[in-house]
């Protein structure tokens, strides 16, 4: 499939079809998609949606997850990856980009980008990643007011609610917002950064009938559970955020290391992806059989085909 094929689009808007992939039976799985090249692979290997992580986004920039990138630079990413994959994304909204108007600003703009869902957070700028220290949080009605400016915005966009307050509130605290979040028009919550199952299994068993999002990001404050421990412990969401771009940029970092040392990539073949499999990964005869000006193109033999 390509996106420049109508017949290959799909009808529903993604904001429904990720609602649809949660309100089912089970966990859904929602790997990290760095970019589109990624989302297209999370779609090949079978995945449902993806995400895009606020803290990929900027790594990929080459900035720190401050709050820094824009509305419109997200919506690049996110155009990326629903085109690429035509999976419904879900995407780091940060704290909304500003006060009421600028989070419907937000919605509307990343619903005309493809987005099928989205989070935001009760931190104020600048803000940090759930796992790190010393959060600033925007009072329980100021974030709940947001909340209410997305419904009020949105078409189909699925709309989750992140509260990072179990660090600084505990877990009261933090129930206590998503409770708030959940009346304001929250279609989900995301508590970020809890650091045990007992603190999961009660934050569901508070939240009944709420659909839960975790959020299993390596080396922060989680230890490491499976989709179906998260799912027994009464969540419908489960997300690896950074874990591609984590994979890619160690693989790069090794790339320049042997460049560097061997005067060339000529021993890091093996660990490349072929032409050929990089051109059937983005199908690139399916958009060469739309126009019929364009040759097919032959891979070349001559050398190993790394």
Request: net charge negative.
């Amino acid at each position: 499939m390509t996106y420049l094929r109508g017949d290959d689009m799909a009808i529903l808007p993604a904001g429904e079809r990720f609602r649809t992939l949660v309100n089912r039976p089970g966990i859904l799985r929602i790997p990290g998609a760095h970019n589109g090249l990624a989302a297209r692979q999370a779609m090949r290997a079978g995945f449902e949606a993806c995400y895009l992580s606020g803290a990929a986004m900027t790594a990929s920039m080459g900035l720190p997850d401050l709050g820094i990138i824009t509305v419109d630079e997200v919506c690049f990413f996110i155009r990326q990856a629903a085109r690429a994959s035509g999976l419904p994304v879900l995407v780091d909204g940060d704290t909304g980009y500003g006060e009421a108007l600028n989070v419907m600003h937000m919605v509307r703009s990343f619903e005309d980008a493809g987005a099928g869902a989205v989070h935001i957070e009760d931190q104020v700028l600048p803000k940090k990643c759930g796992h790190l220290n010393d959060k600033k949080l925007a009072s329980p009605h100021d974030m709940a007011a947001k909340v209410a400016a997305a419904a009020h915005a949105r078409r189909h966009l699925y709309i989750i609610a992140r509260t990072d307050a179990a660090a600084s509130e505990g877990i009261d605290g933090a129930i206590a917002r998503a409770k708030l979040y959940v009346e304001a028009g929250a279609d989900a919550i995301f508590p970020e950064a809890l650091h045990n199952a007992e603190m999961f299994r009660e934050f569901a068993r508070r939240m009944p009938g709420v659909p839960l999002l975790a959020n299993m990001t390596e080396f922060g404050n989680t230890p490491f559970f499976t989709a179906t421990e998260f799912e027994a412990m009464g969540f419908r969401m489960v997300m690896w955020p950074v874990t591609s771009l984590r994979v890619a940029a160690k693989a790069v970092a090794r790339l320049y290391d042997a460049i560097r040392e061997d005067d060339g990539a000529q021993n890091c073949v093996e660990a490349m992806q072929t032409r050929a499999e990089l051109y059937e990964t983005i199908d690139y005869a399916g958009f060469e059989a739309l126009d019929a000006t364009i040759v097919k193109t032959i891979v070349p033999q001559g050398m190993p085909q790394g």
